[in-house]
């Protein structure tokens, strides 16, 4: 047996109990990890109210890190002891996780385990955005919104080390420390953005505009482009967008849209690699620098989301199912 976090009924925060559940048996080709620290991300907190469909009741998260237990038959690379990390585990929200050997990230040698679980999910997400999504080239300009949070923190940094100029928007005071210590070259408030980002660029708006915050900022978002620019709007946090007139694109001056997700970015062992290796490695070597806002016991899930949803977390959010 082993303790997990079960989220019993669609609702609020409140739903994420702690329960005893049977631990998973790997199956071929997959690895049995016990879980050292688990990542916490926006989608766990839509798919606990029942905005996606997921059937109830269930074992949220799809990220976190580890040391390999048990090894499935037909695995070939990993050993017993092994330290892994992923972003696609199952039911991570736990003292252990099944991960499919092809889906484990190997957690290289001077990276701590914490910090391997808080880089999976919003590491890549941020490599693809900029890589992948729009190519970022050196002297463009970028807009990211909630520029301190998981995502933000990362995004900034890794637009700056490509030569991009960056504005971003945060809530606080102590956000806009954190995302100008990131590197942001202007930190705004999330009141008229849109014109102040058309007074920061002379008029010309921005290249792309990396959206996750949604429902609020869309329209300031479309208003922020230069002609042919590129919103890309791939999250939520403050409520889905109402659907969209495309001729709102064309009205905004040609511009283009999309939503992008991560799983679509992780096609092949090759793009995991990719993307894994560079931001592993430039946590490393020290040009990336992670930051873990808060880490909560296991059993307070609930809490974790009741601070990511209240706006009150900065950088990573883990669960530590030891403490
Ligand atoms: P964050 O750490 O960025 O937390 C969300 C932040 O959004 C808050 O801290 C807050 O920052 C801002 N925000 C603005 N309005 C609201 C609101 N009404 N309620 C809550 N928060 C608000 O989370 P993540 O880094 O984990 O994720 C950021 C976004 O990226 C999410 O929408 C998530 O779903 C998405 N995402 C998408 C992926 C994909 O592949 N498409 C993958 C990973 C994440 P502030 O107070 O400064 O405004």
Redesign the pocket.
Known sequence: MMKAIVATEPGGPEVLVLDEVERPQPGPGQLLVKIAATGI???ET?QRQGIYNVPFPFTPGDEASGTIEEVGEGVEGYGVGDRVATAEGRRTYAEYMLVDADKALPVPDGLDLETAAALP??GM?AH?LINSTFRVEPGQTALV????????LLLIQLLKAKGARVLT????DE?AQLASGAGADHVLN?SQFSEHVQELTGGAGVDVVYD???R??FDGSLASLRPRGYLVL??????PVPPVDPQRLNVGGSLFLTR???KH?LLNPQERLWRSSEVFGAAVDGSLSVRIGATFPLSEAADAHRA????A???K?LLIPSS
């Open positions: 991300n926006f989608i839509y999910l919003q997400t693809y919104h909630a520029g301190a949070g998981g995502v933000g928007t945060v809530s606080t956000k999330y996750g915050v949604g609020d900022t791939f999250g939520a946090a403050s409520g992008p997700t991560l970015h990511l949803e209240g706006r977390t900065t950088g959010v």
